[in-house]
């Protein structure tokens, strides 16, 4: 069965410093989100994305932040620079496009600690 | 202001018995809600979607309710085994598809 893919599972930084996440989503699928969760509190939207540009985000998703899908498979998280508060699981999802094709299926997560 | 309340305390309960869990929202519209699972360290899995015009949806062990009056979604698990133990987040769409999660609900199954 097809799945949402994230790489790398686990990545450490320093504060500061400039990650990128990556995803795989499912390769029919036409929307594209990031999610995050802090530990211990509830998955929180970051961005949509849809036809090569930014459908929604959300108050989190601030200058520091970007999203980009380069290829016609890739869809990556960029950070600028890191704060202590970015640490926490992110999560790639994705769906179909379609009236009836709400479903979001979410990848494995990346687990990001800023030190 | 909008709410999505899911209890916070886990839930026990034995091996064969149904769990129910429960989904309070309030000040949102949304068109369905759905039901994932959460393992710890994992992403969220999907399990079901229930529509604002249907009442009722089932999966095999899963059975969900949508009360657009009473604000509220149902789901129960029957039979329910210690392989079901997890956490299992409500979430609703609005406007442009984004998911909107509560906090979830641990359910811890006993053999």
């Known amino acids: 069965e097809p799945e949402v893919t994230q790489t790398p599972s686990h990545q450490v930084t320093q504060m500061g410093q400039e990650v990128i996440l990556r995803c795989v989503p499912i390769?029919?699928?036409?929307?594209f989100y990031w999610y995050r969760q802090i530990l211990g509190q509830k998955v929180e939207f970051l961005v949509s994305?849809?036809?090569?540009?930014?459908?929604?985000k959300s108050e989190i998703f601030d200058d520091q932040f970007s999203v980009e899908r380069p290829d016609g498979s890739n869809f990556t998280l960029k950070i600028r620079s890191t704060k202590l508060e970015d640490s926490a699981m992110y999560f790639c999802?994705?769906?179909?496009?379609?009236?009836?094709?709400?479903?979001?299926?979410f990848g494995p997560g990346t687990r990001l600690l800023v030190l | 202001s909008q709410k999505i309340e899911q209890n916070s305390e886990a839930l026990n309960i034995q091996e064969g018995k149904t769990a129910t869990l429960t989904c309070n929202y309030t000040?949102?519209?949304?068109?369905?809600l759905q039901w994932y699972r959460q393992d710890p360290g994992r992403g969220p899995v999907f399990l079901l979607l229930?529509?604002?015009?249907?009442k009722e949806k089932r999966k095999e062990r899963l059975k969900v309710t949508f009360d657009t009056t009473l604000k509220q979604s149902l789901f129960h698990i029957t039979a329910s085994q210690p392989a079901d133990s997890a956490t299992y987040l409500c979430?609703?769409?609005?406007?442009?598809?984004?998911?909107?999660f509560g906090t979830g609900t641990r359910l811890l199954v006993s053999p």
């Open positions: 999802a994705s769906r179909l496009a379609g009236a009836t094709q709400e479903t979001q299926y």
């Open positions: 390769s029919n699928h036409l929307y």
């Open positions: 994305f849809y036809n090569n540009e930014i459908s929604e």
């Open positions: 000040n949102y519209s949304p068109a369905y």
């Open positions: 229930i529509r604002e015009n249907e």
């Open positions: 979430a609703l769409t609005t406007g442009f598809q984004k998911l909107v």
